[in-house]
């Protein structure tokens, strides 16, 4: 079994920034591909932010060039750095990783509320 663990949401300012971690612990397993989603009140899931084993990185039209996606092999643990904070970024924000264990799997994190105040 893997267990992911989120770390890093916060309350900030408009303009602030805040940084999420999505760490990934068990045993006989590695971290491919990773994402980040979030979800606001009423809204749908939406994808954020995209990192490949080989740390190429995508990113929705909303957040390019504010939200920066890292990772940490050795760690097993994901980052996204985000900066210039908007009230619209408020929701709760979630990983996604997909893991191989013998066979391919898609864990997700707890979720860790960001919210933005104006």
């Known amino acids: 079994q893997v267990q992911l663990v989120e770390s890093g949401g916060g309350l900030v300012q408009a303009g602030g920034s805040l940084r999420l971690s999505c760490a990934a612990s068990?045993?006989?397993?590695?971290?491919?591909?990773a994402n980040w989603y979030r979800q606001a009140p009423g809204k749908k899931r939406e994808l954020v932010a995209g990192i490949t084993s080989g740390g190429s990185t995508d990113y929705g039209d909303s957040v390019k060039g504010r939200f920066t996606n890292s990772r940490d092999n050795a760690k097993n643990t994901v980052y996204l750095q985000m900066n210039s904070l908007k009230p619209e970024d408020t929701a709760v924000y979630y990983c996604?990783?997909?893991?191989?264990?013998?066979?391919?799997?898609?864990?997700w994190g707890q979720g860790t509320q960001v919210t933005v105040s104006s």
């Open positions: 996604n990783l997909r893991v191989y264990r013998g066979k391919w799997y898609n864990y």
């Open positions: 068990g045993s006989n397993f590695s971290v491919n591909a």
